[in-house]
């Protein structure tokens, strides 16, 4: 299970990445629907987090 969610995290790891790119390009090109890319970039990094500190031993 924890191999499961390691690798969810690392794929997360790659679009996030991914979709703050799209965000900047649609913004520049003025195309208004950088707010979808803001959106899932937001998601996928509180989801980054969220693996983080639950995989993180409690010491």
């Known amino acids: 299970m924890v191999f499961l969610i390691k690798l969810f995290g690392i794929l997360l790891?790659?679009?996030?990445?991914?979709?703050?790119?799209?965000?900047?390009?649609?913004?520049?090109?003025?195309?208004g629907k950088e707010q979808?890319?803001?959106?899932?970039?937001?998601?996928?990094?509180?989801?980054i987090m969220l693996i983080v500190m639950g995989l993180l031993p409690n010491t």
């Open 13 to 31: 790891g790659f679009v996030f990445p991914v979709f703050i790119v799209k965000a900047i390009k649609e913004s520049l090109q003025e195309k």
């Open 36 to 47: 979808v890319y803001v959106v899932l970039s937001s998601v996928c990094g509180g989801a």
